[in-house]
């Protein structure tokens, strides 16, 4: 009876391990592309975004305070649906839905989703910017500026941000909403000086990150513009809108972001 008993077991453990294997699969993934969210409203608070449409592969942003962004994220490419709610701890407030609308994102790309227009005026809008991850030349970084503003404006890419204005500027005349070109240079100490069209007096100039300093066993080189192979976007912000929540922000700004790491693409 002992040995049946045992048998019996043994069998059953062996029948298991048996289904275990039988039910092990390969995982499969859907088209992927990658983005990140940029606030630019810049008359209400800090807001929510998510993608509604399914749970897996949806990028999100809880909060994303004016003139702040995201890593980028994975998403399922095809036609999502997204919407932006104001960030609160109140349910009344932040189930509010100050945006919904649909986007289709193409596998393989990366985009930035830039939101503007007025919360106050409830034109609300995703802006779609594309972001190239092509290599710089060996040694070399690239710089671009994005103007989230809706005026025409210019960008100087200088070493430092007191600099003289003079020249031609790297970003000339980038229309309100829109992206230049990117610039390469050496990489080094940069900064971007941003000035209205025709005028050599800086509204904003923000330097570029430097890349952390390598601490023992990292392997791959990080972002900034001492570290050759890195993509930025220099963002030109307006000031806040007097009288909303953003009445405290009485300057433009330049704030740079990371479209490229020297790593991406497998280089490294």
């Known amino acids: 009876m002992r040995l049946t008993r045992l048998v019996l077991l043994f069998a059953g453990v062996f029948g298991m391990n048996a289904c275990s294997e039988d039910e092990v699969t390969t995982p499969t993934f859907p088209p992927i592309a ?9 008359d209400t608070g800090s807001v929510d975004v998510r993608m509604i449409d399914q749970v897996d592969f949806s990028a999100y942003a809880a909060p994303l305070a004016f003139r702040a962004g995201t890593a980028y994220q994975p998403v399922e490419a095809k036609s999502r649906r997204i919407r932006v709610f104001p960030t609160s701890l109140n349910p009344a ?52 500026m994005v103007n989230a503003s809706t005026g025409a404006v210019n960008g100087y890419l200088v070493t430092t941000t007191s600099d003289a204005i003079t020249g031609t500027p790297a970003f000339s005349n980038v229309a309100g909403l829109n992206a230049s070109a990117y610039a390469n240079r050496n990489a080094g100490a940069a900064a ?23 601490l023992p066993g990292d392997v791959f080189p990080a972002a900034g513009v001492n570290s050759a192979g890195t993509k930025f976007s220099a963002y030109y912000f307006p000031r806040g809108v007097a009288g909303s929540a953003q009445n405290a922000v009485t300057t433009p700004s330049v704030i740079w972001f990371v479209d490229r790491n020297p790593c991406d693409a497998a280089t490294c």
């Open 34 to 42: 990658a983005v990140r969210y940029i606030n630019a409203l810049t």
């Open 93 to 144: 407030i932040t189930s509010q839905i100050i945006h919904d609308t649909t986007i289709s994102f193409t596998a393989g790309t990366r985009v930035t989703l830039l939101l503007t227009g007025s919360a106050r005026a409830k034109t609300v809008r995703w802006v779609m910017i594309n972001d190239n991850i092509d290599a710089p030349p060996a040694g070399q970084i690239s710089v671009r």
């Open 192 to 214: 971007v000086r941003a000035t209205d069209v025709g005028s050599t007096t800086a509204t904003a100039s923000t330097a570029g990150p430097n890349a952390p300093s390598s």
